[in-house]
């Protein structure tokens, strides 16, 4: 077997092994790499420059709310973050302390913020004294920390990139508007970017964010085992964290008030997202928006008298995709075309040009497609419009068959049987009936493992009965596994 084909079958477990599959992708395709710390990874050059495009197609549609970013501390002082009891509750059993600087003891033993509200809140405490003051609309981009004991690359790990808005408003009216206007941003953002459906709505009391009023979400159906992964989700806090912080304003009729706060984050778990939904038995597809490289070239020659034809119309071609596409031109000598090819599939590259001595001498390039493996030839001086039209075809492809693959794995379900047996068999999504008590969601989580992944905006409407005891519903839920 030689090298190129051991390449690519090392990938075989696509369909028997998922997870094993998963880290294969994320090491092969040099996206990250085990870190020396437990529960940690390193984010790798190819890996983080996808999700600096991530970024930057996630913070201009933030700031274009009427946010605006800054950056608050690390480290929280304990008692501060133990002076909301449902939110230290929530995340005490993954907080990491600091209790010593330098060689001296510290007095008080300052957290690792798992999340900000504790030390955004008081910060808001001291900058709004009117109603003239709100709202506060702010983001910042950081990394918290949650000690993970099950690490796995983007998904979990104990400390992980994201951004974390925070806001803080007059009114509850205003708060829950932000709240889905949130929500909203981060469906377009996930959906026209990444290319990943999305199933919007809200998450069960207890599935709901420490200390939260009301947590929407947003939820994905990864390939493989179908199961589910929450992709970004937006908290109404109500005045709850405003009392206990003392947020206090006056109003305009010169009364005191506490002010009520959102907060919202979306992690580089979607980038496990990208992984899981998009990926295949050749490894990682990118999808075009956010691709690091939208388009690879890969010179071939076999003698030394070809390569000069060759590399000078590589040149060509490469001036004229500098302002359409992200091109890079793989001339490492010490690699062959077919090792390129499937390092270049490994790595999800949505589209890869041939430039051999036959198509500078039939002036064109051979163009294939990531996603449909599609192979055409196309003239050079056609490329510059030709590229952005396919990284755009295969954008929406791409998008297509995600949700293609939601909508066929999911079922509505109206007995507790089938339900079972569906998240036994790793069957996707159930849309059930559920009375909205926490005993019958508990006897699922218990018996089968799925939780409620969220109750869909979209509603069917009309009523049935409760998936588990068959009480009189109106509220139909998403039921599934989930990472
Ligand atoms: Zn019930």
Known sequence: MNAERRFVEELDDFEDDFDRWYVEVVRKAELADEAPIRGMR???????????????????????????????????????????????????PEVAWVTQGGSKELEEPLAIRPTSEAIICPMYARWVQSYRDLPILINQWCSVLRWENRPRAFL??????????????????????????????????????LALPVIPGQKSESEKFAGALRTYTIEAMMGGKKWALQSGTSHNLGDHFGKVFGIEFLNAAGQREYAFNTSWGLSFRTIGAIIMVHGDERGLKLPPRVA????VIVPIWRKDAERE????????????????????????????????FNEWEMKGVPLRLEIGPRDVAGNQAMVV????????????????????????????NMFETAKRMLDENTERVSTYERLKERVAANAGFSRVWWCGDETCEEKVKTETKATIRCIPFDQPGGT????????????????????
């Open 42 to 92: 390193v984010v790798m050059p190819y890996g983080f420059a996808l999700w600096e495009n991530m970024q930057a197609q996630l913070d201009w549609r933030i700031k274009a709310t009427g946010v605006q970013n800054a950056y608050f501390p690390l480290l929280i002082p304990r008692s501060m973050l133990e002076r909301e009891a449902e939110h230290i509750e929530g995340f005490a």
């Open 156 to 193: 979990r790990t104990s400390e992980f990139l994201w951004q974390e808005g925070h806001t803080a408003h007059s009114s509850l009216d205003e708060a829950e508007e932000r709240t889905k206007l949130m929500l909203e941003v981060y469906r377009d953002f996930v959906e026209t970017e």
């Open 292 to 295: 690091p490289i939208q388009t």
């Open 309 to 340: 034809t060759v590399e000078s119309a590589v040149d060509g071609v490469r001036e004229s995709l500098r302002d359409v596409a992200r091109v890079f031109v793989d001339r490492r000598d010490d690699k062959t075309p077919g090792w390129k």
């Open 369 to 396: 497609r990531r996603d449909t493996h599609e192979k055409q030839a196309i003239p050079l001086d056609e490329l510059a419009t030709r590229i952005p039209q396919l990284l755009e075809e295969i954008q929406d």
């Open 464 to 483: 049935g009965d409760c998936i588990v005891c068959g009480k009189h519903s109106d509220t139909e839920v998403i039921m599934a596994r989930a990472y």
